[in-house]
């Protein structure tokens, strides 16, 4: 956590200060160290200035304090020694008016204590000084705001697209320019991007991890919601996500920069909200509903519990060739209002309330049923698929199951369904086949799209299609043909 006597601004390097020609500031003793910051710049004439300071400072004196006899005796040691006690960072010293030049015995003081002594000219005022504090201040602040808003700008970007978690990861990571690690509730990695750690380091921020994780149970101790720690040159921090799932985010750099606990903050809210259940009911009311359903309760007994009465099933694969995994599918159905989701090989199935309309989805590909009660959730689940195939094939990023009534309304299902059968005889053998003739009805006869839908070679298309036309024995140019076949596959199930 930030020192509360530590100024909200940047510090200032030493050595930025001593880069001004303007103040030609010359540092004459004290170490050399590219990375000694001041926090602020403060003039004092006491000869104890220990009870004003606050640590960081760049303390200036034009030595009036300075007894005629200092340097036979340990004023200047019992000095330096006390600035160096109160946290000063370094010690300016003016040669006019009083002194024309900077005391030997101040000089020897400030290397025995290692405290930075500068030089300041005469032609130098200390408000010129402190007025450069201030200037490169501001600078640093504006250069980290800048970096802060560039940070959340991409991380917001990053939460938005089809693998949230760990493109946000990387988007960290990349900021911070070490590693960032998703560990999830038993303490594993769920996820990780950036540079590799030393087992060191990759332990401790382990460690760090399991301190900020929530402990249940009664008469539990709270935990902190943040901590750091440095280990072999790394820093390290750790932020528990608000989702009440235990998860963690961790961070390790090789510089502590401004802004990094900014950035870091934003990426856990992201983080927090990606993980999230995003609870169309309480997780009480889900369970109950799990367990009335496995003991043999009716769906329409149960979806009160769920929080509505009409319902619509989504089926989304992502854009991505890869697989989406449990937390980009949970991210989907937090992105269209619910968290009954399941990961069903390359597709995601969504059962959302039917008054939260799905959109389209940045990533993803998506078929939508139409509304259902309860007792036709099994019917809207084949709605969703079909609606999905024709999005797939037609490359459209949302497509929704027409509800329209057709010709199959008007004949008996059991007679339409016999007539199926034997239409469809020949080529049942192979279900290959009648779902190749399926699609490429359904496509308008369109030899590439029907390969993008069925992920085969169009050529594969072309063949199973002739194929279909030998064993039915009939000519597939004719519109009357393909009514009729397209009439027989959906009764048959196979649209």
């Known amino acids: 956590m930030p020192d509360p006597a530590v100024p909200p601004t940047p510090p200032v390097p030493l050595a930025a200060l001593l880069a001004r020609e303007d103040l030609a500031l010359r540092q004459i003793a004290g170490p050399t160290d590219p990375d000694l910051v001041i926090h602020w710049a403060h003039t004092s004439e006491m000869a104890d200035p220990y009870p004003y300071l606050l640590g960081g400072e760049l303390l200036l004196t034009a030595g009036v304090h300075i007894p005629e006899a200092a340097g036979s005796g340990t004023y200047f040691e019992d000095y330096v020694s006390r600035i160096v006690a109160a946290g000063g960072a370094a010690l300016g010293f003016g040669v006019a008016p009083v002194h024309d030049m900077v005391p030997r015995a101040l000089v020897a003081a400030c290397e025995a204590y290692e405290l930075p002594l500068v030089e300041v000219p005469p032609q130098t005022t200390f408000s010129g000084v402190a007025r450069a504090v201030w200037q490169l201040m501001a600078q640093a602040r504006h250069a980290e705001l800048r970096r802060v808003t560039e940070a959340q700008q991409s991380l917001a970007a990053a939460a938005s697209r089809q693998d949230p978690v760990p493109s946000v990861l990387r988007q960290l990571a ?113 369970s109950s509903a799990l367990v009335r359903l496995l003991l043999g309760a009716a769906p329409e007994d149960v979806a009160h519990l769920l929080g509505g009465k009409r319902w619509v099933v989504v089926h989304a694969c992502p854009d991505d060739p890869a697989a989406p995994d449990a937390v980009a599918a949970s991210a989907l159905g937090a992105a269209l209002g619910s968290a009954l989701v399941d990961v069903d090989g390359e597709v995601v199935r969504v059962l959302v309330p039917a008054e939260r309309e799905p959109a389209p989805q940045s990533g993803w590909t998506c078929g939508v049923s139409s509304a259902v009660g309860p007792q036709e959730w099994a019917t809207a689940d084949m709605q969703a698929a079909r609606a ?25 299902p059991a007679e339409a369904e016999a007539h199926a059968r034997t239409l469809l005889a020949p080529i049942a053998t192979n279900p290959a086949l009648p779902e190749t003739l399926r699609t490429w009805l359904s496509l308008h006869g369109s030899w590439d799209r029907t390969a993008v839908a069925l992920s085969v070679h169009r050529n594969t298309v072309r063949q199973r299609v002739a194929r279909c036309a030998a064993l039915l024995d009939v000519d597939l140019d004719d519109p009357d043909v393909r009514m009729e076949l397209w009439f027989a596959l959906r009764q048959l199930g196979h649209e």
Do not use: K, M, N
């Not at 999905?388 to 004949?411: C, K, N």
């Open 174 to 286: 990349q900021r911070v320019g070490g590693r960032a690690v998703l560990y999830g509730t038993d303490g594993a990695e769920v996820a990780v991007a950036g540079r590799e750690l030393g087992p060191g380091a990759s332990g401790a921020l382990a460690e760090l991890a399991a301190i900020v994780r929530p402990v249940e149970g009664p008469g539990a101790t709270p935990a902190p919601s943040s901590a750091t720690d440095t280990v072999d040159g790394t820093h390290l921090a750790a932020y528990a996500l608000g989702t009440g799932q235990r998860f963690v985010l961790g961070v390790a750099a090789p510089r502590r920069e401004p802004g990094d606990h900014t950035i870091a903050s934003v990426a856990a809210v992201l983080l927090s909200l990606l993980t999230d259940e995003h609870q169309s009911g309480t997780g009480a009311a889900r």
């Open 388 to 412: 999905l195939a024709r999005a797939r094939a037609t490359r459209t990023p949302l497509v929704r199951h027409s509800e329209r009534l057709g010709l199959a309304g008007l004949i008996p």
